[in-house]
């Protein structure tokens, strides 16, 4: 690397000047105030763990994410987190071991292997909440509902939300009765939205006609509440499993409807894109004429199991730094000051110390460079004492 290079951040990795990191810290912080008023306590955990604790439950997605480190205490592996959400788990089975219902936030950075987000970092600032101890439909609706008024809390608007569920795909699978390499090829062929591909693999296939209709429908039950109403009728038949899925996205349309009313709704019934250890209701927001989501979530029970506790949980992340590229965040700023320098002068440091205390920025000219005119007030010897005088 030449000098000149030296400079260089590598490829996805970003850094925060003083304009955004004030930004970024004001939404963080109101955003973890929004999460404490509904009642979730803030977590910290490490930046890296040992990489079978960090992947653990997490699926091959995550693990192709993260970076691997060797640590030079112990010769393990180590893992940089690429996600909170099994550290979090963590701790509300191994750290917390709380019976009840436990709510969970936290705001930390992340680092990727790979990029992601609107912008396409490697760092994002994920910001999230979890929910463990409760298994039915009203621990997802406080989880949605949180994400979509974090989301509106930071300015956004014109969201929508998309949701599925995990077992309708499983289910029109299960009910199908494919082999391995069948489920392996129609998974691929949901995610690439390949119709005529899917309905040449359909024809070729040993599948039953009636297996065959639902698996060539289930791509096609994709757009507005429309299409929730279609995927009733259309896999009404298909199993007990199916029916209650689409019975829980109908209970999201009815809330969703009711609290958020400028809230678009679209439905994709074979969306197969999240983490692999969702369990069942997943959830993702949408910004048009944005290509990624600014917001996933979903159930994902029983990830704290590998750390000696069982629990269902739900939840929802964001990324901090793509919020506050997408809306303008206010930051107030407090009163700017210029002082001299109290370094010699115990008077003047007490009244400089005195304004800090009060709320204003207070500025010690060390040379020249500052221009008073920059500044709301300058403090000005007057006698013994120092006057605050307005310079606007």
Known sequence: MTLADRWLLPDGVDEALPQQAAKI???????LNLHESWGYQLVIPPLLE????LLIGAGSDLEIETFKVIDQLSGR???IRADFTSQVARIDAHCLKNEGVQRLSYCGSVLRTTPAGLDGTRSPIQLGAELYGHSTIESDLEILSLMLETLTCAGLKKLVLDVGHIDVVRGVMAASNLTQEQEAKLALLYKAKGLPELEAFLAKSDIDDQAKHW????????GGVEALSLAERELAGVSQSVSDALAQIRAVVDVVSSRFESVGLHFDMSDLESYSYHTGLVFAAYVPGHGNAVARGGRYDYIGEVFGRSRPATGFSTDVKTLVSMVDVAVAQKPSVLAPVAAKNDVLWQRVQALR?????????????????NFDFQLVAEGDDWKLVSVQ
Not at 25 to 31: F, W
Not at 50 to 53: A, C, F, T
Request: glycine share 8%; net charge negative; charged share 25%.
């Open 25 to 31: 810290e004001h939404l963080r912080r109101t955003l």
């Open 50 to 53: 040992y990489l079978d604790s």
């Open 77 to 79: 592996l180590m893992g």
């Open 215 to 222: 698996l060539s429908v289930l791509p096609r039950l994709c």
């Open 357 to 373: 205390n009060e709320g204003y920025r207070v500025l010690e000219q060390l040379d020249g460079s500052a221009d008073a005119s």
